[in-house]
């Protein structure tokens, strides 16, 4: 099992950026592909929405087409970290954003391809 901590939500304003973090405690990260997904409140059966994902070694990424130009997903494997950076945001990024391990091996874009998650971080954007 992976732990997974996300940290770098907060309160920002259309247009404005934010990094999101996650930190995971598990000595084989190089051996897991990475990923963003959100969920919003108002609308809970819609699960949780794929947003990025990354590859084992970082080469490969895949972008929800909503976020495509504006996030990127990167890692840091020496640190255990992936990051999300997400420039101009609008309202409708505002989720609650969660962290993914999957040990698949694929990056997938099914939240049922993940069976590690964090607690998830509130990212909240103002018109």
């Known amino acids: 099992q992976v732990q997974l901590v996300e940290s770098g939500g907060g309160l920002v304003q259309a247009g404005d950026s934010l990094r999101l973090s996650c930190v995971a405690s598990t000595r084989t990260f190089s051996s897991y592909v990475m990923a963003w997904f959100r969920q919003a409140p108002e609308n809970p059966e819609k699960g949780r929405e794929f947003?990025?994902?990354?590859?084992?070694?970082?080469?490969?990424?895949e972008y929800a087409d909503s976020v495509k130009g504006r996030f990127t997903i990167s890692r840091d494997n020496y640190k255990n970290t992936v990051y999300l950076q997400m420039n101009s945001l609008t309202p409708e990024d505002s989720a609650v954003y969660y962290c993914a391990a999957g040990d698949v091996g694929v990056i997938g874009t099914s939240q049922y391809e993940y069976g590690n998650w964090g607690q998830g971080t509130q990212v909240t954007v103002s018109s």
């Open positions: 947003v990025a994902a990354v590859s084992w070694t970082g080469s490969a990424t």
